[in-house]
């Protein structure tokens, strides 16, 4: 079964990932395993120079991965932009619930779209809109949730997420 994916899209500092991080724990609180993928429009960094890691990829490697106890990361590069699609498809096992992604707003996945000053700020296609996150009213034919209602939009995600009975069947189990 196909792990869903929704997004969280908005503005740079609208606040998207402070919403995102105060939604997962309410997710997890009710039983879903949860992966995140991120959007870095400007591109990243995350090595250190000078540690082995860094070392490996300016010798040459395509990828490196990292192993400690309980911890993996992987620095790898990429053709092109990935799909998030291609990132859970790749990357991502089935033993997940849902992927929330930050970021791809000009793709088809079902996302939330957080407004801080007007919605009309960030062009918004009907397309796959779940809801809005705001402290502004809209005219669009969606929930509409206040920017501190982490239940409310936790709960609107779980109605339209349900946990797979797969997962709920292996929970019982353990």
């Not at 500092?13 to 919403?19: D, I, L, M, P, R």
């Not at 296609?125 to 949730?145: C, I, K, Q, Y």
Request: charged share 25%; proline share 5%.
């Amino acid at each position: 079964m196909t792990i869903p994916i929704v997004c969280f899209v908005g503005r740079s500092n609208s606040g998207k990932t402070t919403f995102i991080e105060r939604v997962i724990p309410e997710l997890v609180r009710a039983g879903y395993k949860v992966a995140t993928v991120k959007h870095a429009g400007h591109g990243f960094d995350l090595d250190t120079e000078g540690k082995d890691s860094w070392r490996h990829k300016q010798a040459g490697a395509s990828s490196v991965v990292i192993m400690s106890k309980g911890s993996m990361a992987m620095f790898a590069d990429v053709s092109d932009q990935m799909k998030v699609e291609d990132v859970r498809d790749r990357f991502l096992d089935g033993s997940y619930d849902l992927i929330i992604a930050e970021g791809w707003k000009h793709e088809g996945y079902p996302k939330i779209v957080i407004v801080r000053e007007q919605i009309g700020e960030i062009p918004i296609s009907p397309e796959g809109l779940l809801a809005v996150v705001s402290d502004r009213p809209t005219d669009l034919n969606v929930p509409v949730f206040d920017l501190n209602d982490i239940s409310g939009v936790a709960a609107l995600i779980m109605k339209r997420f349900p946990l797979r009975q797969r997962r709920k069947a292996h929970e019982l189990e353990a």
